[in-house]
């Protein structure tokens, strides 16, 4: 049982704002499975914004614990937090889209609205990467709960074979990991290089 007894993605209200990221937490394939897959655009829109907000705001209160150097000023993070729900609800768009291209190369039937809701309900991960944050790198574990998830949902949502969802997903996801460990080795080789490092200008190689 939901504490709330709705289905998650059905009549947003306080309750079901933590019930639903309780039940995902829980059991993230009854909770995909048992979500509404219609019902308009209002209930997911203000549930993504809703987890977007918060996942900035503890994304600040963690900056003042680990200072990064491109945090920028107390004016330009307290308008990143301000300006947070409407960024995450339109960058939702967006991933939904590409979410809703993959799974119907795949072999889904099911529509863009569907796409977008499963982004949305999945929201509180953000929330949890940013309390990780407090711990260097290990943020990354909600990159690999993020794909167990979307595998779940391809399963339970869109009805595709698991052995399908495992191949697809895990390509895109080790291309990402291998993405993010190149960019970790680029970053440390630039920190390493001596002060006063400079690139041979294309003339001193030629000669």
Known sequence: MYETSITPGENLT???LFGWAAALARSPRRFLRDMAKKGGYGTP???LAF???AA???GLLVSFVRPSAGGGTAVVRLSGLIASPFIGVLAGFFFAAILFVIWHLMGSREDFQTAFR???FISPLWAAGAVLGLVPYLSVLVL???IYVIIVASEEVHGLPRDRSLIVWGIICGFFLLMGLLGITLVQFARNLPPNFQMPSPGSMVR
Do not use: E, G, M, Q
Request: hydrophobic share 65%.
């Open 51 to 53: 987890w977007t907000f």
């Open 144 to 146: 690999f709960a993020s």
């Open 45 to 47: 829109i203000l549930y």
């Open 118 to 120: 499963v982004w949305s």
């Open 56 to 58: 900035s705001f503890v």
């Open 14 to 16: 306080f309750a079901t």
